[in-house]
Each structure stands twice: as C-alpha cells, then as structure tokens.
C-alpha cells in the first residue's frame, strides 16, 4: 500500500527491503554487485556519521549522537584503543552515532551554519514534515519501492521536496560535479515520482541545501530543474523495469547487460 510514514525510526526504514533510488544506482551499473550487496551488513564510515548527526541537529530528528569519553583515546585523540572501539561498536549496536568531542563541536558548527542562511532556514522551518518515509508500488514494474525526504516544505505553489547534504565543496562547479557522480538527478526523479505517486500531486520542486564540512562551513541553496526531474523519473523507472526482469529470470549480469567474452575495448584517441 502507498503511504507516507512521518515517524519511522531510521533503523527500521533502512532495514526495509523496499527497492531504493541508493540501490538503483547500483543496479543500473551491475546487477550482480547489487545483488551481491543484499546480503552484506550495512557499512558506516565517519563521513556517514558527520552527515547522520548534521542531519539531526538541523531536523531535530535521527539517530542519536554519544561522545566518546576522551579519557578511552589514544595520546593523539584517536579512537584506536581497544576500550574505545568497545565503545563505539556498542553505540552503534544500540543506534546511536559516536563521535569525539571535536567533531561533535563541528557538527554544531556546521548545523548553526545552515540557519543562519535565510534560504535553507525558511526551507527548514516551513510548515511539512521531517524524515517522511516513502513506500510505494511502481506503476509499471510492480516493483515495492521506498524513498526518505529531509524535508517536504509547504510553499504557495506546493510542496517542495529539500535534501540536506554536507559536503567538501558546495561551490556551483563543485556541487555540480558531485550531483552528476553520486546520481543526485537520479534522487530527485524518484523521490518526485514516489510522491507523486503518493499524493497524486507532482512536488513543486526539489532542493538542496549544501554545507561545508571545513569551516567557515559555508552554505549554498540550489534547484534541480524540470528537465532534471524527469531525466532522473525516466532513469529510476528503467531501474524499477530491469529489476522486475532480473527477478523474474534470476539472472544477474556483472554489468548493465551481457558482454561478450572478450569484448574489445574502444579506447579515446587521445589514449597512449
């Protein structure tokens, strides 16, 4: 059934076998690796955690954020001992983000950066639900689908989906480089889609809001266009269309499709 949860714990939605727009990605390049990953723990880095615990401090919602006792570190701060790795994997054990007191202090930072940006603050304290999740039935695949927005925003010509994202460079060449690696068209077509699908109502748009992870931690807003939009709905619904066939034949290539034994290589021109 299609449906919008407001206060799904975190865990349990990543713990959801639902298809995503994370694992589209993979699927869309290999098959086999994204089959392969469902049955691998999940895997956390300090780059998740800084971004779990921004996303918190800005949304007031999300995994808890510990520190790690100064006094388990090594001389250096480093968390290397064996009484702080006892600590953190405790921590994650129970959901919570353990982090050390410096990074805890830029997090802050980076979150009191946000709402001091007039744009990403307003987009943040519209009227809309936090951390709404997702579940849905592609229309064409049949495939049960599911998505996590940061923020559904009320505006005077609807609502508008808003994605936080911390960053090493939220410069407009920067952040323009990351949206095209990391599939963010991709993000926006089927978060649209899904909530369209939802509610019966094409969102207003889809936002980012960008902030730096070294400080000053500056702030931009940006705007994936209509275009965008639908390039990224078109690739998630192909996504949706060849895991059905995949599933269906129980077959899962390396790459996208089959490749002969062999294939040659065309390589560039300009190759030495």
């Not at 603050?121 to 709404?132: H, L």
């Not at 931009?220 to 995949?246: F, M, N």
């Amino acid at each position: 059934m299609s449906r919008i949860v407001t206060e799904l714990d975190e865990q349990d939605y990543h713990a959801h076998p639902a298809f995503s727009q994370s694992r589209a990605k993979v699927l869309l390049e290999s098959p086999a690796r994204y089959r392969w990953q469902l049955t691998q723990p999940n895997v956390t880095s300090d780059a998740f955690d800084v971004g779990h615990a921004v996303h918190a401090e800005v949304l007031g919602v999300g995994l808890p954020v510990v520190e790690i006792p100064a006094d388990l570190l090594a001389s250096n701060g480093a968390v290397s001992t064996n009484a702080a790795k006892k600590f953190v994997a405790e921590a994650r054990a129970r959901g919570d983000v353990p982090l050390v007191a410096d990074v805890i202090a830029t997090v802050k930072a980076m979150t009191a950066a946000v709402l001091a940006n007039d744009a990403a603050r307003a987009a943040f304290e519209a009227e809309g639900a936090v951390e709404s999740s997702m579940f849905w039935t592609d229309p064409g695949s049949g495939v049960e689908c599911r998505g996590r927005i940061d923020k559904a925003a009320a505006t005077d010509v609807g609502v508008s989906l808003v994605d936080l994202k911390t960053t090493a460079d939220g410069s407009p060449r920067a952040f323009t480089t990351s949206a095209a690696r990391y599939g963010y068209r991709l993000q926006g077509g089927a978060y649209c889609d899904g909530w369209e699908v939802i509610t019966g109502e094409a969102p207003a748009g889809f936002l980012f809001v960008t902030v730096e992870k070294e400080a000053p931690h500056l702030v931009a807003t940006y705007s994936l266009t209509q275009w965008d939009i639908e390039a990224g709905r078109d690739r998630w619904r192909e996504a949706c269309a060849r895991l059905a066939e995949y599933r269906a034949a129980d077959h899962w290539p390396a790459y996208a499709s089959d490749l002969p034994d062999f294939t040659p290589l065309d390589l560039p021109a300009w190759a030495v």
